[in-house]
Nanobody
Framework: QVQLVESGGGLVQAGGSLRLSCAAS????????VFWYRQAPGKQREFVAH???????GYAGSVKGRSTISRDNARSTADLQMNSLKPEDTAVYYC?????????WGQGTQVTVSA
């Protein structure tokens, strides 16, 4: 079993930056693929970024060029650095770990970007 805790969200003005962090416990972090998703009120859950256990990285087009995903297997953490934030980035951001049939989610961290 894996437990995940997201942190780093908050209220920022448009153009600002945040660094979101996902801290994992309960298993060997390095074997999992890590995904960040976000969900705004009344909207579908949206893929943001991933970093696989192999190190392969991908981003949604909406955040590409403004965001950087990384992982530190020694600390069992994965971060999402978000720059040049826009009001449309406002959402609850969730960390997700996957490996085979295993699928774990954190509680989410709120990001609010004011115009």
């Amino acid at each position: 079993q894996v437990q995940l805790v997201e942190s780093g969200g908050g209220l920022v003005q448009a153009g600002g930056s945040l660094r979101l962090s996902c801290a994992a416990s309960g298993s060997i972090f390095s074997i999992y693929d890590v995904f960040w998703y976000r969900q705004a009120p009344g909207k579908q859950r949206e893929f943001v970024a991933h970093i696989f256990s192999t190190g392969i990285i991908g981003y949604a087009g909406s955040v590409k060029g403004r965001s950087t995903i990384s992982r530190d297997n020694a600390r069992s953490t994965a971060d999402l650095q978000m720059n040049s934030l826009k009001p449309e980035d406002t959402a609850v951001y969730y960390c997700n770990l996957r490996r085979g049939t295993y699928d774990y989610w954190g509680q989410g961290t709120q990001v609010t970007v004011s115009a």
